[in-house]
């Protein structure tokens, strides 16, 4: 694969997604030693140092042999919100593309995915932890009834039960003047984006998941935990609240015992794949899927961007795409 095969045109972006555990990683460090590419996170957990084998993250061996991207950007108790995430992916992007390289966005963070493939208008606005007290201090129907006065689009699409969105809609109205509704336009970006997806069936994944946890705590992820709750991160630390992180919190709490913490892990774990269908779902035809379980998966998808390098996306001049 030549310079021009990958950086032609308005810039190819392959993006993979699926669900946690199915094996993006895998697929993403062979395409990318393929086809010269570099490994953008769209994974929230990979963005806080100190937090490696809870968040299956790349090892030190793989992040050498393929260069990694938005990983270890911050401490547990920083804040990186979707609208920083989405300017630093974009620029991240860019920067691959400059270099004449192949960006692989990877992840099942659904809303960050989405965000950079969609180009949402996300608002830069970071949390204002007082203010949030003082808007929480209003109760249900108040906190509806403001949104309706102060941006009654954000309102109709809000449910007013779920408070905790309609505050932070509170939030980025008052602190940067203007309506979140008018803010969140989408604005897709100028990327000819291959999206794959990996599935694998239910059960088999359930499996795959809890011969997962049981090795992370053979790697030391308590012994992990231990050492981010000595250093000073809590419960109320927002990065601790990730799964395997919030179940050893309670055991090392006496709320549970070591074995119902491992069983939590993996229920919950199951839970959050439901919940990334949600996000990612099979009749959705921007994605063309694989089945993770295939042995020649990655031969499978190489062949099919083979053809993509070399077909000219909507918007391309035939006269400027080199093929």
């Not at 949104?147 to 309609?166: F, G, M, Q, T």
């Not at 919190?249 to 070591?258: H, N, P, Q, R, T």
């Amino acid at each position: 694969m030549n310079h021009t095969e990958i950086g032609s045109g308005r810039g190819k972006l392959l993006v993979i997604v699926g669900p946690t555990a199915v094996g993006k990683t895998a697929l993403s460090l062979d395409l990318a030693k393929r086809f010269r590419g570099e490994i953008v996170s769209a994974d929230s957990r990979l963005f806080y140092r100190g937090m490696d084998i809870g968040t299956a993250k790349p090892t030190q061996a793989e992040q050498a042999a393929v260069p990694h991207h938005l990983i270890n950007i911050c401490r547990p108790d920083e804040t990186v919100t979707l609208g920083h995430y989405r300017r630093y992916a974009y620029q991240t992007i860019d920067d691959i593309l400059a270099r004449g390289n192949l960006p692989i966005l990877v992840g099942g963070t659904g809303q960050y995915v989405m965000a950079v493939v969609e180009g949402w208008g996300v608002p830069e606005v970071a949390p204002d932890r007082a203010l949030r007290r003082e808007l929480e201090k209003l109760g249900e129907q108040e906190l509806a009834r403001w949104l309706a006065c102060l941006d009654p689009k954000a309102a109709e699409r809000i449910d007013p039960r779920n408070v905790r969105r309609v505050v932070r809609a509170l939030e980025v109205t008052l602190i940067s003047g203007r309506q979140i509704s008018k803010l969140q336009q989408k604005s897709p970006p100028p990327y000819d984006i291959y999206m794959v997806g990996l599935d694998r069936e239910r059960d088999a994944l359930y499996e795959h998941i809890d011969r997962r946890v049981d090795q992370m705590m053979e790697e030391g992820l308590l012994e992990e935990v231990v050492a981010l709750q000595h250093a000073g991160f809590n419960e109320r630390t927002p990065a601790m609240s990730g799964l395997g992180y919030r179940q050893l919190l309670a055991y090392l709490d006496d709320k549970c015992d070591l074995i119902e913490a491992v069983e939590r892990i993996k229920f919950e774990t199951h839970r959050f794949v439901r919940q990334q269908a949600t996000w990612f779902r099979l009749d959705d035809m921007r994605i063309h899927w694989y089945s993770a379980s295939s042995p020649d998966l990655a031969d499978f998808v190489a062949e099919d961007l083979l053809k993509w390098f070399t077909t000219i996306a909507p918007g391309e001049n035939v006269g400027e795409a080199e093929l």
